[in-house]
């Protein structure tokens, strides 16, 4: 049996229409192969190189060091992020601001999507219902299109520290310094944590501490129902601490309304 190779050299390519084949450095990757073949009148030029990476790049594939490192955060952040059921997917644009503080804290959200420079921060409280976390949520879904985010009830996140001690899959530290390396962390129904009657909260408020400290110079976006003063009385030694960090580069709406879950 001939080899494939020496089978084509021996075809007659005139019969096949084809009336010269020219193979070349390609000029426009500079790095792969062009082919220009003539056939029956007509020129077709082909480089499988940058046939490749048009395909590499149709299909999202991360190609760079920089990139692939990228992907890996982001995959990881949506391992561990846990949005409510009931608004996966939502859209600012879902969000129905009635009273200004609302239409002000959707404007600001619009910016913060447009704009956003890893290092503008959020912090937005309010009573309960008014759509704090809608709005946490709708920017989280648009920037986790481009950007590794995570997203995490405060609960959430005292939660997966308490297992990580149990666990052999993560540790506490895989958590805290997931919270410090993404593109930008949401922390949600920021003080909802369980708290008894003189508990000081040490481990809660050391926690929330790590990773609030962790996000200076970095995006942040809390949500809560608590005023500053109260966070501090709720977080005990490491109160002001928290407050202080959460206000870094930060843009606080103070958001009123009507509790729209009472419809």
Same mark, same amino acid.
């Given at each position: /049996?001939?080899?494939?190779?020496? %089978? @084509?050299?021996?075809?007659?390519?005139? #019969?096949? &229409? @084809?009336?010269?084949?020219?193979?070349?450095?390609?000029?426009?990757?500079?790095?792969?192969?062009?082919?220009? %073949?003539?056939?029956? &009148?007509?020129?077709?030029?082909?480089?499988?190189?940058?046939?490749?990476?048009?395909?590499?790049?149709?299909?999202? @594939?991360?190609?760079?060091?920089?990139?692939?490192?990228?992907?890996?955060? /982001?995959?990881?952040?949506?391992?561990?992020?846990?949005?409510?059921?009931?608004? #996966?997917?939502?859209?600012?644009?879902?969000?129905?601001?009635?009273?200004?503080? *609302?239409?002000? =804290?959707?404007? *600001?959200?619009?910016?913060?999507?447009?704009?956003?420079?890893?290092? /503008?921060?959020? %912090?937005?409280?309010?009573?309960?219902?008014? &759509?704090?976390?809608? @709005?946490?949520?709708? %920017?989280?879904?648009?920037?986790?299109?481009?950007?590794?985010?995570?997203?995490?009830?405060?609960?959430?996140?005292?939660?997966?520290? #308490?297992?990580?001690?149990? !666990?052999?899959?993560?540790?506490?530290?895989?958590?805290?310094?997931?919270?410090?390396?993404?593109?930008?962390?949401?922390?949600?129904?920021?003080?909802?944590?369980?708290?008894?009657?003189?508990? !000081?909260?040490?481990?809660?408020?050391?926690?929330?501490?790590?990773?609030?400290?962790?996000?200076?110079?970095?995006?942040?976006?809390?949500?809560?129902?608590?005023?500053?003063?109260?966070?501090?009385?709720?977080?005990?030694?490491?109160?002001?601490?928290?407050?202080?960090?959460?206000?870094?580069? =930060?843009? #606080?709406?103070?958001?009123? &309304?009507?509790?729209?879950?009472?419809?």
């Amino acid at each position: /049996m001939q080899a494939i190779g020496k %089978v @084509i050299k021996n075809l007659n390519l005139g #019969k096949l &229409g @084809i009336e010269s084949v020219k193979k070349e450095k390609c000029d426009v990757c500079n790095y792969g192969i062009k082919t220009t %073949v003539i056939a029956n &009148g007509k020129e077709q030029i082909s480089c499988k190189y940058c046939e490749d990476r048009k395909l590499v790049e149709s299909l999202n @594939i991360p190609t760079t060091r920089e990139e692939r490192a990228l992907q890996k955060l /982001m995959d990881k952040a949506q391992h561990f992020s846990q949005v409510p059921e009931n608004l #996966k997917g939502v859209k600012l644009n879902d969000y129905n601001a009635v009273t200004d503080t *609302q239409k002000h =804290a959707k404007q *600001q959200a619009v910016e913060f999507i447009t704009q956003f420079d890893k290092k /503008m921060s959020l %912090v937005l409280s309010g009573d309960p219902g008014i &759509g704090k976390t809608h @709005i946490a949520v709708a %920017v989280a879904n648009a920037l986790a299109k481009k950007y590794a985010v995570l997203f995490l009830k405060s609960t959430n996140l005292l939660d997966l520290i #308490k297992s990580s001690y149990n !666990s052999d899959k993560y540790s506490e530290m895989d958590i805290l310094e997931l919270c410090r390396d993404v593109d930008l962390l949401v922390l949600d129904d920021l003080g909802a944590e369980y708290s008894k009657p003189g508990d !000081s909260e040490s481990w809660a408020s050391d926690i929330i501490y790590k990773a609030i400290d962790s996000r200076l110079g970095k995006s942040l976006i809390i949500t809560t129902n608590y005023s500053e003063s109260l966070l501090e009385q709720k977080y005990g030694f490491n109160g002001k601490r928290i407050t202080s960090r959460m206000s870094d580069n =930060a843009e #606080k709406i103070r958001i009123a &309304g009507k509790d729209m879950r009472r419809g």
